[in-house]
């Protein structure tokens, strides 16, 4: 194999750069770049198929943060479609939980939320960590809904 030859086809990598611009824009285009070790610039050239970024792709890592704040496996799900594999939620959280205690993990996720959002306007400025920290805690809670959703759409509402 010369340098120049690649496992990916033309077609494919242009698809990834369709996934990732999709992902970038999902999550928040460059504000996304606090929580990256990327700049805004940086970013949209992972998603740019112009000549000069079209063999640039996005880091594994930076692609799983731009999958988590777009709140949905948009680049992890390409991937796997290209390998011939399909993605599936993982719905099983939860299940040996009553609804009472799907519910009474929510509350305390929400209560996580709300001192999250408390503690990081105490001095009137939320830096990039705390940013950070509040939607984590909003992630969390929204796993927990979602599990009770399921829960109760799939019958199980015991």
Do not use: C, W
Request: no cysteine.
């Amino acid at each position: 194999m010369s340098g120049l030859d690649r496992l990916l086809s033309i077609a494919e990598r242009f698809a990834l750069k369709m996934a990732t611009k999709h992902a970038l824009t999902r999550a928040g285009g460059g504000n996304l770049s606090p929580f990256t070790r990327k700049s805004p610039a940086q970013l949209y050239r992972y998603g740019s198929n112009s000549a000069p970024d079209r063999e640039v792709f996005a880091p594994v890592d930076i692609a799983l943060e731009m999958d988590r704040a777009a709140e949905e496996p948009i680049i992890t799900a390409h991937m796997a479609s290209a390998l011939g594999y399909r993605l599936a939620a993982v719905d099983d959280a939860g299940q040996g939980e009553n609804l009472n205690g799907l519910v009474s993990r929510f509350i305390q996720e929400a209560g996580d939320v709300s001192s999250a959002v408390l503690d990081a306007q105490a001095d009137g400025i939320i830096s990039p960590s705390e940013h950070a920290n509040i939607l984590k805690e909003i992630r969390e809670a929204e796993a927990v809904l979602t599990n009770l959703r399921r829960r109760l759409a799939g019958g199980r509402g015991k």
